[in-house]
């Protein structure tokens, strides 16, 4: 009995002890890989924001904008003009011409192409041994079948010959001699805008035509330097020149121009020399004054303009950016598209010769509505 019960308990031991070995492991295995514990995602790291570069500008006008000095605006009207020096030297070298002076000293040949002549095509050659001749874009030749203006800045070598384009600046003429003359005009800063944003002929002499009918100069032949001409145009234009040429500072290269009635900068011109930049100045004051003085009526509120609109004016060209584009004749064109702006010039070798641009929205002549008359009481 007693080892029954012994043998019946050692049983129940066994299987106990089995039952307990073969649970082990599964509580190894439990323990081992049961739920990992929770851990914390690292925060995430957003990556550095890179910003876009900045427009670059052809080496030479890159230099040019940055040793520019703004001096104190002259005034005449709605229109400021700041003169603009330039720290150092270094322009281009040798004898240079403009294209009236040169036209004139018969070192500038302008005719027609071939014996019929071409709208877009003038021919010009620089006769010239030595010196270099610069057109500006926008000038005006007169006669030929009809009168054009430089669609693009140009540098005539000496004994260069090149095919010009041109637009036409006379819509109802096509006959006369094959060569022209010096008109002694330059394109309404309007149009040499519309140039800029690449205007069609149609629109050119729309343009003109405009132009005219806001001076009150119509003509026969629809001419834009006949326009210009006119007595009453010519002669405020004058006013407007001996107001503001003699007072410009000797040496200076270029002119930043401003609306004193929208208080803001609106266009500028640059030249790599003082003397290009002295001899075409009348020019470009005619330009701006045409809408900025001519055009405008009386009753137009004046805001004050000082360096600081003609500075942001400067940062505002030297974000903008520029680049190479094509040009007849030597040197290398520029090209600005961007922050507002279309601008053009050209340089040869490594200085600048001339960089003009504006903003790209038409300036509008304020219009003033007149005061409606009172009666007097009865």
């Not at 094959?178 to 050119?204: N, T, W, Y």
Request: hydrophobic share 45%; aromatic share 6%.
């Amino acid at each position: 009995m007693t080892r029954r019960r012994l043998l019946c308990g050692g049983w129940w031991f066994g299987i106990a002890l089995a039952i307990l070995v073969a649970s082990a492991p599964a509580v190894y295995i439990e323990e081992e890989f049961g739920p990992a514990p929770r851990v914390r995602p690292e925060p995430r790291v957003r990556p550095p924001v890179v910003l876009p570069p900045l427009p670059t500008h052809v080496p030479e006008l890159a230099a040019y904008l940055d040793r520019i000095e703004v001096r104190h605006p002259l005034l005449c009207g709605r229109l400021a003009v700041f003169p603009v020096m330039l720290r150092g030297h270094g322009g281009p070298g040798g004898r240079w011409w403009t294209a009236d002076a040169a036209i004139a000293k018969g070192i500038l040949v302008v005719a027609e192409k071939g014996g019929g002549g071409a709208v877009p095509v003038i021919i010009m050659e620089n006769r010239s041994r030595s010196d270099h001749v610069f057109v500006m874009a926008g000038e005006v030749v007169s006669g030929g079948k009809q009168t054009r203006t430089v669609r693009r800045d140009i540098i005539l070598s000496p004994g260069q010959r090149v095919e010009t384009p041109v637009f036409c600046v006379e819509a109802h003429r096509w006959r006369g001699k094959s060569d022209f003359s010096a008109a002694g005009v330059l394109v309404p800063q309007s149009i040499q805008k519309a140039l800029r944003k690449g205007a069609d002929q149609s629109a050119v002499w729309a343009e003109v035509a405009r132009n005219n009918a806001a001076l009150g100069s119509e003509n026969a032949t629809g001419s834009l330097e006949v326009g210009l001409k006119a007595e009453p145009v010519a002669r405020k234009l004058a006013e407007v020149r001996r107001t503001i040429v003699p007072e410009v500072p000797a040496g200076s290269v270029g002119f930043l121009f401003a609306d004193r009635f929208a208080g803001r900068a609106v266009g500028a011109e640059f030249f790599g020399r003082s003397d290009l930049a002295h001899a075409l100045l009348p020019k470009l004051i005619d330009a701006y004054a045409v809408d900025l003085v001519l055009q405008v009526r009386r009753g137009c509120v004046m805001r004050p303009v000082d360096r600081a609109i003609a500075r942001e004016f400067l940062n505002r060209i030297r974000r903008a950016g520029s680049c190479r584009t094509g040009t007849p004749g030597s040197g290398a064109g520029i090209a600005t598209r961007s922050a507002g702006l279309v601008g053009d010039g050209v340089s040869f070798g490594s200085h600048l010769v001339h960089f003009g641009c504006q903003v790209e929205e038409r300036i509008v002549a304020p219009l003033v509505r007149p005061v409606p008359r009172l009666r007097a009481p009865r």
